[in-house]
């Protein structure tokens, strides 16, 4: 079946420092992959969307300077935080989905904690 | 902009009795509708996916319609389990993009004895 795994589970930074994340697709092609954030109380906002062979297209308030995000083949993503401050807190979700495949398929997320 | 709104906050069900969590939406092209369930400290996973003939999806006892009328996809089952406990979200993709999907607020379902 298809799996979606992501790494680490939970992380802790201090503020101004910076954390990458990584998603890894199983079973299926992720020809897109989304990420998302959710923030305490709040829904999931996307922060971008990686098509392989395309550019990333970034979601309003989120900047490529901030979350950049490399997507080299069709199995693997990553996501870094740069300079992360306490409004960065979260859990971050990767979203992988193959071309023509209905179901986005979501990793169980990455929590950051920023001291 | 695109935009999905459902119950917000917490539903609380005795166990056995019918459960409804709405979703409305809006959207400029003709949507997909999905819900995901996402039990606690786990990754949120597809539990309804609207089709395009206005065949009902069902799942694990839950079904819902896409009413275009009303831009609508409620979330229904007819008696509610104690496992049935978990946060559930309404989103939609619109017709013809990519995987982008626009979430709402999401509904906290407590189920009990």
């Known amino acids: 079946g298809a799996l979606v795994y992501q790494y680490p589970r939970r992380t802790i930074c201090k503020s101004g420092t910076s954390m990458r994340m990584e998603c890894q697709a199983v079973?299926?092609?992720?020809?897109?992959v989304a990420w998302y954030r959710q923030s305490p109380q709040k829904t999931f906002e996307l922060i971008a969307l990686?098509?392989?062979?395309?550019?990333?297209?970034?979601e309003q308030n989120f900047t490529q300077e901030k979350f950049p995000i490399s997507h080299p083949n069709l199995s693997f993503s990553s996501m870094t935080v740069l300079n992360a401050y306490l409004e960065d807190r979260g859990l971050y979700l990767c979203?992988?989905?193959?071309?023509?495949?209905?179901?986005?398929?979501f990793g169980p997320g990455t929590r950051l904690t920023v001291l | 902009g695109d935009s999905v709104t459902q119950t917000e906050g917490l539903v609380t069900l005795t166990e056995g009795l019918p459960v409804m969590l709405n979703c409305t939406y809006q959207?400029?092209?003709?949507?997909?509708l999905f819900w995901y369930v996402q039990h606690l400290n786990e990754a949120p996973k597809l539990l309804l996916k609207?089709?395009?003939?206005?065949k009902r999806p069902e799942h694990q006892g839950f079904h819902a319609t896409l009413h275009k009328s009303s831009s609508s996809f409620h979330l229904q089952k007819s008696s509610a389990q104690l496992s049935d406990s978990a946060l559930y979200y309404c989103?939609?993709?619109?017709?013809?993009?990519?995987?982008?999907?626009?979430f709402g607020k999401g509904t906290k379902l407590s189920v009990k004895s």
């Open positions: 959207s400029t092209y003709s949507p997909f």
């Open positions: 979203g992988a989905r193959e071309r023509g495949a209905y179901e986005q398929y």
């Open positions: 989103a939609l993709r619109p017709g013809g993009s990519n995987a982008k999907l626009t």
């Open positions: 990686s098509t392989v062979n395309s550019a990333i297209k970034y």
């Open positions: 609207s089709f395009t003939d206005n």
């Open positions: 079973g299926f092609q992720a020809t897109s």
